[in-house]
């Protein structure tokens, strides 16, 4: 049972935080600290609650009935989605607390305050229903007052459902991407005085808004919510304080007002700002504002926020921003990864942002809802851009005949203004948008209603043919992925919310071939043309043409797109690993910061032609290609052109010449039958290395003298074994096949493994392809064997497979009467469906001269080789 003693745990953070709801994460990169808006001085106290105990609620829809006293409940923390518990997304869940209050807190009002929970909240304490709030993907604040017992243990239980029918309506669910039911994001305790700032809507309680802005001076407007529970009329003063960018006092105000019984009111004042520092792009000038609260000249309540001036607004088709013309390069992201799902940490946002920052966007659009405080905080001191939306997505495409999200509905107008109040400090968002990909006339309303909330910003909305009546229309626009040519995307879309392409590092194509199939095959050649051709657009040929370029995504992430598991559009993948095109990205986001990167390492066994080619991403004016220590010429900046095409026009077929792309670097050099070392080299002094093998136009491989595994064979003529000559990756293929037949890959690789080669071969849970595998090591070395359990964790929600578990169990004792031993270890890498499965660990030592036997089975698993 989980305990937290208010009285024990005053926190009073003054230091560098990095959101206006996260905990105590720091950013080096602000000028000055965040300090998270829920801390103030003494008379605000907040607790984290991390640790909670929890249960499934299995009584389904409607009014359940507390849990019994018999619950058995399993402790937890926080970030937590029901997944991790083993339980459907669609389930429902109860967390509980104990929090002590002392008898001197009587006067004092506590706050549950939750930053999200999917979907739909139920807040009691000591049995009592306190309220309940709809809606995934924002804040919830709830009075736990009135059923407070004071000077003993009070019991908080929140129930969460993600039930199919309680959590309809509420702009929480989409057929593009997976909510994950329960407590995904961070909660806290807060105490304040009687007469508090009230938490509106699930905001801070203080909007801050600049106006009349000039290089001279602005005026800063704060709104503050004050509630008075008591019984009687109370006057009270609000005093606030400004300190610039670098920390220093720049103004101070006060208000005045007359709060009546039982009673919230909005108090208003404002002051000027002498000569204002903009905040900008790159250039994150945040002011701080400290709002203290006093009644009787005794401070009850103390809020501290930060804001920034700017101004935004539309003129012929472009974006003025501070009074300048803005370009905005950026990528579309979610809150997922692919360990946690939706239970992400701060530390886990942070590392994305990193990732944005690295890559040099100046936008993002976080998508497709409401995403954590803490997220646009980091654009806050980062100087990037962001588009926040309301989580109305997708039921475009929804089956027949479509139930949710029909016509605008109050919980979905509360919500979207919900995104709005909650959000209104935050000078990174410049765009609000009522929606993605759905009906027209819904999209219409919520519009209004941002426009009610706020007249600052722009609206707009991501759209696949719908018109709503916002500020502007951005097109989420596929050409060359699910319909038309890739070089189509040069007509039209000035507003680009999203583009972009598919790709697995396991599926290949030869250079300069147009081939894919959408969720099933996916090679990364064809993307990386297809992202090619847009940057180039979109960073030289035709900038002012496009005023907004988003890519679609930044990461992957799980829906039932590709084979069922995920959208592998990002541009890394979703557990983190950095395509090839993200240095592409790089290359043009950032032409100051040097960047040289070779494609295709996962190809790391070719089969087409062995002129196929080379290629590279480098931002410098002049790359060498060497191959095998033997140089295959100098390539300019410029000099490369994509291949001509052939589209369809009216049916027939219509060449496409291919058009000039910059930062890229290609070289028809030919890879001689086996192990290659390729190398490039920039004119800045850059190198980078990479191994790649080449099929043998016939015959055998030729195996060099000093290889560490000799005498290598399979049983199989149809399954050829290829001894790998190089590290084996984290994250990346082990099979050979590059046809979408063999899709297994690592994930984190165990210690013992780092730095070992590898046997390649065809997918080994094929039937067709079982075979004994048998080798000379020539010194010595370990030999290891990671295979399928049959298992999963329990989060991919799937049953153990008794045929595997069966195969599996035979190859152990296979492997046992080969010489090998159970390490012990175990862990998780990808089946060919993409999902995670379980794989055991087994290991043999070898003296040189050691012949090597492994029995086969149908069953996944790959032989590696460390030299010790």
Known sequence: MKFTSVFLSIIVIMITLASCSSGTSTLSTAPNGFIHPFTGGEPREKVALVEWDFCQDKTGKGSPSLPPADTQWTELTIPHVFRQSGLDDYSAGWYRQIIKARKSDREKRFYLFLEGAASVKDVYVNGQHIGQHK??????????????????????????????DEAANCLSKSNLYYTNGGLYRRAWLIKTGAVHIYPDMGSTGVYLTGKDITAEKAALEAKTYVRNPLDKDVEVSIRYIVKDVYGKECNRFNADAKIPAGSIQPVTASAIVKNPKM????????????????????????????????????????????????????????????????????????????????????????????????????????????WAENGLAGQRWDRKPVTEE????????RITREMVRQNWNHPSIIF??????????????????????????????????????????????????YYAHYMDFQQGN??????GSGCWPSHHIPYGTIKWRVDHFEPEEYTEMFAEFRLQTV???????????????MREFYNKKFKGNRNTKG??????????????????????????????????????????????YSNAAEVELFVNGVSQGKKKNGDYVQPDSVKKVDNKDVTVTGVKIDNVFFWKATLKPGRNLVEVRDNRGLSKPMIIYQKASEGKLPVPKDSLVVNLTSSNDNNPAIFIDRPVEAQGPFYSEVDGSSDNTFDVLPEPVKGSC????KRLSESQNKTDLSFKVTKLAMVYVMHSTGTSPAINLQKPKKSIIDVAKAFDEGLTKAGFEDTGIKGIWRGHDCWFADYALWSQKAKAGDVINVPGQTLDYVILIKPL
């Not at 960073?539 to 679609?552: D, E, Q, S, T, Y």
């Not at 590898?758 to 071969?761: D, V």
């Open 135 to 164: 809606g995934a993907f924002t804040a919830a604040a709830f009075d736990l007052t009135p059923a407070m017992k004071f000077g003993q243990d009070n019991e908080v239980i929140l129930r969460v459902s993600h039930l199919r």
């Open 539 to 553: 960073f030289r040929n035709n900038i002012k043409g496009h005023p907004m370029f988003l890519w679609w995504n």
């Open 406 to 413: 029909i016509e605008p509905t109050p919980d979905g107008e």
């Open 432 to 481: 609000w948008s009522s929606g993605n990909e759905t009906f027209q006339e819904v999209a219409s309303r919520y519009v209004e209603v941002i426009r009610e909330e706020d007249n600052t910003r722009l609206i707009t909305y991501a759209s696949a043919g719908e018109k709503p009546d916002a500020d502007f229309v951005a097109g989420n626009t596929y050409q060359g992925w």
């Open 494 to 499: 000035e507003f680009c919310s999203e583009t």
């Open 571 to 616: 541009i890394v993948t979703l557990n983190g690993m950095p395509k090839d095109y993200y240095y592409l990205f790089q290359s043009f986001l950032r032409p100051d910061y040097p960047v040289l990167h070779l494609c295709g390492r996962h190809h790391f066994y070719r089969r087409f032609e062995p002129d196929n080619g080379i290629k590279a």
């Open 758 to 761: 590898w046997i390649t071969t």
């Open 279 to 386: 905040w900008d792009v790159a250039k994150p000038n945040l002011y701080t504002v400290s709002t203290e609260l006093l009644v009787n000249g005794v401070r009850t309540d103390a809020i501290i926020e930060r804001t920034g001036f700017r101004t935004i607004e539309m003129k012929d088709k472009s974006f003025i921003f501070n009074g300048k013309d803005l370009i905005v390069r950026g990528v579309c992201k979610h809150h997922q990864n692919e360990h946690q799902w939706n239970a992400m940490t701060d530390e886990q946002l942070h590392e994305e942002w990193d990732w944005m920052s690295d890559l040099g966007v100046n936008m993002a659009r976080l998508a497709h809802y409401p995403h954590t405080r803490l997220e646009y905080s980091i654009a806050d001191e980062r100087g990037i851009v962001v």
